[in-house]
């Protein structure tokens, strides 16, 4: 599921290199192609179960990466498409459900330090996106029974060749003048190269004892925000990352006026200005989790994709406007309903 997006095509290609058959669920029909594509929606229970059918694992990477979506996008997707998809699981007689989805699940106004997938929330994740991803996980984790076994991955900031979710962004944010730090960019920052949730989705598929829990998929990098996006910027040339107002003082104003610093919405700003530090021992020692990719390697990698796409101008240009609500009415419409 989510097949044609940045996540679910690189997990798509490594399944084809470890000699999986494949079976992808698409939702436009330009993704069409070859024998293993077929079209649906994860509105449309029926597309879902006859997608699944014959299937004994599903990874859904479904998901919506912005949090300027409109919500009820964002919950159609993240809640009724995991309700939709551990029914039609269910019905075809699948396995293994692995959910993809985000650490954003335990967004808040706090530093995530050390945070292993025991740890929650006092309330629940800041923001509509947040707090649909955590409903999109409880429901998954809980619901399952049977035969049907689920687990859940949890990336933190996803990078590398290919994207076209947030990368756009970045590169319009840096062309204006720098991408936007939140105050001086000093707060630890979690990341996960794609290659390398890729190979824990595909490592998930048959780990043993693994399922009903979530493990977090993270680089074994301890660095800063800074460090981060200071690096992205010099490996695609651009200006270096511009700093702001310490977070204590730029949050209350961006609730205030809808937007902070470089225009960055609440919950981006808790993104990019609380520390996060993920445990990812249970991913190793559970899962067998240990990426391949160096984070050089895949500075390089991602430099050489830019490249293709004519520069950091050119990956901007492939930026999609957030989805609306509007933009799931026909999906509602086609499922009969809310």
């Not at 509105?43 to 919500?71: F, K, L």
């Not at 993240?78 to 309700?83: C, L, P, T």
């Not at 800063?224 to 010099?234: N, V, Y």
Request: charged share 20%.
């Amino acid at each position: 599921m989510g097949a044609s997006g940045f996540i679910g095509s690189t997990i798509g290609a490594l399944l084809g290199e470890a000699g999986y058959r494949v079976r992808e669920l698409v939702r436009s029909e330009r993704d069409l192609g070859g024998d293993r594509a077929v079209l649906g929606d994860l509105g449309d229970p029926q597309s879902i179960a006859d997608a699944a059918e014959g299937c004994s694992h599903v990874i859904n990477a479904a998901g919506i990466a912005s949090c300027r979506a409109h919500p009820r996008a964002l919950k159609w997707t993240h809640v009724a498409g995991a309700e939709n998809l551990v029914n039609a699981c269910k019905h075809a007689g699948v396995r293994r459900l692995v959910h993809v989805t985000c650490t954003d699940v335990t967004l808040g106004n706090l530093d995530r330090v050390h945070w292993d997938e025991g740890k929650t929330l006092p309330d629940a994740a800041y923001g509509h996106r947040a707090r649909s991803l955590q409903l999109g996980e409880e429901l998954v984790l809980s619901t399952a029974g049977g035969e049907l076994e689920t687990l859940s991955l949890r990336a933190a900031w996803v990078w590398g060749p290919n994207d076209t979710s947030r990368l756009p962004g970045l590169m319009q944010e840096a062309l204006d003048g720098g991408i936007q730090l939140v105050g001086d960019g000093s707060t630890y920052f979690a990341t996960t190269y794609v290659r390398s949730l890729a190979e824990a989705a595909v490592a998930a598929l048959e780990a043993e004892d693994a399922g009903g829990r979530a493990y977090h998929v993270v680089d074994p990098v301890f660095q800063h925000a800074r460090d981060f996006f200071g690096a992205l910027s010099t490996a695609l040339d651009l200006p270096g990352p511009r700093t702001s107002a310490p977070l204590s003082l730029a949050l209350p104003l961006a609730r205030l006026r809808g937007k902070g610093p470089g225009g960055l919405q609440p919950d981006e700003m808790l993104q990019r200005g609380r520390s996060t530090l993920f445990d990812l021992s249970a991913a190793s020692g559970k899962l067998g989790f240990e990426p391949t990719v160096s984070f050089d390697d895949g500075l390089a990698a991602t430099r050489a994709w830019v490249d293709l796409q004519g520069g950091p101008a050119g990956v901007a240009k492939l930026g999609r406007t957030p989805p609306d609500a509007a933009s799931v009415d026909a999906q509602v419409e086609a499922a009969g309903g809310d």
